[in-house]
């Protein structure tokens, strides 16, 4: 069954006011599909980003980390089809090329350019196919551009993932649109997520970073399809001030009105990777309440979330609550066995740590496309929600299929 | 593919010197199989446990380990087909009753018998099945016995797992032999691993209880299944000291002879365990060396073991160097990406974090049943070794059918 059905907004005006891209195809992907994104402010815009914590990081996360000490940049040139990722210096000169192309072909001034890569790793970048390109990409760039960019940078992507959510701040329309890529690792070597998130909100860049942070936190790093870090991941948020809604300062009331539609984009856009996920036929909610503190709401959620013993489980329709008490248990949390309650679609499975004899209805619960798995700790009230998805047989077929 | 054949020694001597075992049918698998265990030494054994570190502990784990504050007993009834796991009071009662059928049967005195159980969680044990089965257990009882008690405390293992080691210390030869069942977690909810090890040694049981923490942590605390940790996991050691060996004092040369011996049965019956993981049909070594300490190394290796796409690839025959480098990337250790080497089974595929060329004799080379990933991260001198099994389809098959 392939799951889950294109969820990107359709006819939906998706233009950032000031933001112009495109997407074409330079010849990466052997298929001919669209493989380089542009994502171009008309106006310098204070950049945040939130980029993987692992310890091998990609030519372009090297790169990006480094310009983003000033905090402003015009936008971000994308390819997929190579991650440019252990490749070495010659890696970090491919990086730096691509970002200078777009720099040259606009006469925006070098470092004013970010760049991202997906695909497969430990290949070297061809570079000359991405500088051959920027011609085409850089003539293309339309304000109704996002959709073919959001294209241009899948993988193994079912569906091109974009959303967009606007307010009003001080009398003006503050938009917020995001696109972004999911967990899609085949024919590359691990699951890169890739976002960007263009606004036209008047926001410096120390209170954007809170904001893109704290979104990330809730979104992005609440999701889980397969427990590995890529050496890719970056989520970038580019504010052009084009609005005109005033400064928003952090903290102000205006700042949680756009810290709140940073959100929703945010979780949109990670909903559709998690419904996207490799192999994935459920929608897995974890619903954590009354944890002794954040951290171990967290931690629990997650351990829940990360079990291939739960994952199969709900794959099989099996509402097996032994093996989420096993992911509590074994989550270095605050806990006491007797006191936790846990629920499959609104149906008790666990009451005060043992069975209430519902197993029946909470198979049946379990079916739906939709799970949502609420389990009570009493142990305190911090909460935490995580997502995540079933664990499949497509998933193992498709990341065991050797790379062609 | 039925991975791996039965591996446990045939015709070999399994007997320990004052020590019997039995293992019969007493009901609770609806199969009539075996399900019922008893190892029983002759004498008052020292006795040492080590158990799950799961918060939620099955009641035999909180009542061995209760027990085993005194540090000696008679032996183990365990029963497989029920975990006694989430039960509540009822399931301490339980485990409770199971031991006393045996002290009661043979006059051994309250407190003498250890219990485990493997199986179901979450549903009562039915202890009158066992506590009408004692009197056959015990009168089944044999030095021979040692084989029918592996077989019954199997659950979903494709073999039993046996393994024997002896060695002369001080003119005497002194028996190490062992049982264990494998990461059989489909009719029940989760992973269960399971030993017991029976020798003839005369040691006390602090020198005892050292000796098995370090084997088991070298052992099977260092293999990989799916990385979740069962409710009920127990490896516990029982000496009788019938050998008359004189005393093996903790660091003489006779406690490195003996440590050598319970390493080597542990270290046999953990990679039977291996072998026998549910959908393997690749055992899988990580020899991780060169790193600037041991827990980095420890950190490193299992978070390769652990890893959802280096497990898959290696089911699909793809020499994924990139995952591997990835996982240790994310392991929090100490490394530099351009010092990492790695081989698979001796075909160096990365050297100094770059593509060596490889691919194609890599590829034939990782067609074997047995793997090895050698990793060498050039940062110190520190090493280990854990063993994993990749991710097949019959893992998720196994593992997502409903419990029936």
Not at 102 to 123: D, F, H, P, Q, R
Not at 357 to 385: F, H, M, P, Q, Y
């Amino acid at each position: 069954m392939p799951p889950y059905k294109d969820l990107s907004p359709k006819n939906i005006d998706l233009k950032v006011p000031g933001f112009k891209a495109s997407g074409i195809s330079c010849g990466i992907k052997k298929t001919g599909k669209k493989d380089l994104a542009l994502l171009l402010s008309d106006v310098p815009a204070n950049t945040a980003g939130v980029f993987t914590t692992n310890r091998v990081k990609a030519a372009p996360v090297v790169l990006d980390i480094r310009r983003l000490r000033k905090g402003v940049s015009r936008g971000v040139i994308v390819n997929s089809g190579n991650a440019n990722a252990c490749t070495g210096r010659r890696g970090y000169r491919d990086t730096e090329r691509m970002a200078s192309a777009v720099e040259n072909a606009l006469g925006s001034g070098k470092g004013s350019i970010l760049v991202c890569s997906t695909g497969v790793i430990g290949v070297p970048l061809p570079v000359e196919k991405v500088e051959k390109g920027v011609p085409a990409l850089v003539k293309n760039l339309s304000y109704d551009g996002l959709p073919q960019a959001a294209e241009a940078i899948m993988t193994t992507d079912a569906f091109a993932k974009t959303a967009v959510s606007k307010a009003g701040i001080n009398g003006k329309t503050v938009t917020v649109a995001g696109f972004a890529k999911g967990a899609g690792m085949i024919c590359p070597n691990m699951a890169t997520m890739l976002a960007f998130i263009a606004t036209d909100a008047e926001i410096g860049n120390s209170a954007l970073k809170r904001a893109l942070t704290s979104a990330v936190d809730l979104t992005f790093n609440s999701i889980v399809v397969d427990n590995d870090t890529s050496t890719n991941d970056t989520v970038l948020a580019f504010a052009n001030g084009l609005s005109g809604c005033g400064e928003i300062k952090a903290d102000s009331p205006a700042f949680k009105i756009f810290s709140g539609l940073l959100n929703e984009v945010s979780l949109k856009l990670a909903h559709m990777v998690v419904r996207d996920g490799e192999g994935a036929t459920r929608f897995i909610e974890i619903n954590l309440t009354g944890a002794a503190s954040a951290k171990d709401a967290r931690s629990a959620a997650r351990s829940i979330a990360e079990s291939f013993l739960v994952k199969t489980a709900f794959f099989g329709g099996d509402p097996n609550w032994g093996r989420i008490l096993a992911a509590l248990g074994r989550a270095g949390i605050r806990m006491k066995e007797d006191r936790v309650d846990i629920s499959f679609n609104g149906v008790p499975v666990v009451k005060g740590g043992l069975d209430t004899g519902n197993e029946t209805r909470a198979a049946k619960a379990i079916k739906a496309s939709d799970v949502s798995v609420e389990v009570r700790l009493n142990a305190g009230r911090s909460s935490a929600k995580v997502w995540t998805t079933d664990l499949s047989y497509d998933y193992v077929r498709i990341n065991s299929a050797y790379r062609t």
